[in-house]
């Protein structure tokens, strides 16, 4: 059943890190697509055919897409009524006080209501928490009479790609689709089917608890190690060490490595759960581990130098993770926010991200402190380590919870790091 005024086969509103390589891989598939984006920077990069973050293959993808006259763009959300389905990809975010923020699904809803018709499909993509698919198909019901599941059909189909690996996992990971009613997992199965990835089809409440637990299951299992690199902390012992016990050869292990765990995912999809957590303050817990990694960090720094007020601290990575230009809800802010309040001279080099930052060696020129913020492939290299060693005081401390070099210290001195990295090239 079509809309009877559908014009394209899917609109996909949000053009962010989700909705755009959606759109484009749904275009590339031969769909006639509808990208909405109320964004009118981010409209105009895709309208000139460039890409407006990283993601691996999606420039070439955008490219042929252009030439494809496939994907055409709107400002206006109650554009997407043009196609028959229409894939909601927009920011969920949640308040700091606990509570989801429901407003951009909201405020699109309200655009849609007046042009939905009978034979549309409404898929929210979004990380949504426990009941917001049967919310959006009351809403419909309520305020336009609709019979779900029969004449519009709505279905959570959460996107559970990691950034950078878009075009390699669309066609393998497993497509959850939960659909209201009788036959609305059925329809936004069709429009999924473009992929190759098997289609899982199971209720709303669970594809929308499925995606939150998947972001909860990563999230603390990082928390583990963090908590065990503040414990080793205070034994005196080192964490890589006491991982090392934990995993070699034990049938039974597997504990994480440490580091830097947030990002506009983790920092958040944890309180879909926890606004209504049966055991409130579980995974509250988590979070605080993950979040006092920063101050962990600097305090131990403080530990061994004293006061940081004054000296050179060279922040490399702001990215919320390797190797991506994603910044957001990254901990490496944070670090800075908290060196700063320390009176800290804080240098921040990132190769990847938009924010400006000063140059690798202009980052490490004379500096106290390196701390490996983001473990980029650029910063693992061990010849980045030979220009640290070179470049920052002799005395410099590296402060390196990924252990990038493989010198199993968090904090461990420039002089003591040399070792491990490759004699420079002479002339
Ligand atoms: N980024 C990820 O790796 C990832 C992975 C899985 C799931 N998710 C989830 O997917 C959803 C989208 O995440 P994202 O990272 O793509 O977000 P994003 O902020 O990058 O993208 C949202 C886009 O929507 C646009 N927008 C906001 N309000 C709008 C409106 N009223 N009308 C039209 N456009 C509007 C913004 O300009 C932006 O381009 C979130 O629920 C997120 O939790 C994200």
């Not at 209501?113 to 419909?140: D, K, Q, W």
Request: proline share 5%; aromatic share 6%; net charge negative.
């Amino acid at each position: 059943m079509m809309g009877s005024n559908s014009t394209a086969d899917v609109a996909v509103v949000g053009l962010g890190r989700v909705g755009l390589p959606l759109a484009l891989t749904f275009a590339d598939r031969g769909l006639s697509v509808v990208g909405i984006d109320n964004d009118p920077v981010r409209l105009g990069a895709v309208r000139d055919g460039t890409m407006p973050f990283e993601e691996t293959g999606a420039q070439p993808l955008l490219d042929r897409v252009h030439a494809s006259n496939r994907l055409t763009l709107s400002e206006r959300v109650a554009d997407a009524a043009q196609a028959r389905h229409i894939v909601i990809t927009l920011g969920t975010p949640s308040f700091s006080h606990i509570e989801i923020d429901m407003r951009d699904i909201r405020s699109a809803l309200d655009d849609l209501l007046g042009v939905l018709e009978p034979g549309h499909s409404l898929i929210l993509r979004s990380t949504v928490a426990p009941g917001t698919t049967e919310f959006v198909a009351g809403y419909l019901a309520k305020h336009r009479g609709f019979e779900i599941g029969e004449e519009i059909f709505v279905a959570h189909a959460p996107e559970r790609i990691a950034a950078g690996r878009f075009l390699e996992e669309i066609d393998t990971l497993p497509c959850i689709v939960g659909g209201v009613g009788a036959r609305s997992g059925e329809v936004v199965g069709e429009l999924f089917g473009c992929f190759e990835a098997p289609i899982v089809q199971t209720t709303p409440v669970q594809a929308e608890l499925a995606k939150i637990w998947t972001n909860i299951l990563r999230y603390a299992t990082f928390a583990l190690p963090n908590l065990l690199m503040i414990d080793c902390e205070r034994y005196a012992a080192n964490v890589f060490e006491v991982i090392d016990l934990i995993n070699r050869d034990y049938p039974r292990g597997g504990i994480a490595q440490p580091g830097f765990t947030a990002g506009t995912c983790l920092r958040k999809d944890f309180t879909f759960s926890e606004e209504r957590s049966a055991a409130p303050g579980m995974l509250l817990a988590v979070s605080r581990v993950n979040e006092s990694v920063p101050l962990f960090l600097l305090e131990g720094a403080k530990r061994r130098l004293g006061s940081l007020a004054n000296r050179k601290v060279a922040v490399l990575g702001l990215a919320f993770k390797a190797d991506t230009d994603d910044e957001r809800d990254s901990l490496a802010h944070k670090l800075i926010r908290l060196l700063e309040r320390e009176l800290a001279d804080v240098a921040v080099h990132d190769p990847r991200v938009a924010t400006p930052t000063v140059s690798f060696e202009e980052a490490l020129d004379g500096a106290d402190v390196v701390v490996v913020a983001a473990n980029h492939s650029e910063f693992r290299d061990p010849r980045a380590l030979a220009t640290i060693a070179e470049r920052a005081a002799g005395d410099c401390l590296v402060v390196d919870p990924w252990n990038c070099w493989g010198g199993a210290q968090v904090f461990a001195y420039a002089s003591e790091l040399v070792v491990l990295a490759p004699t420079p090239p002479r002339g």
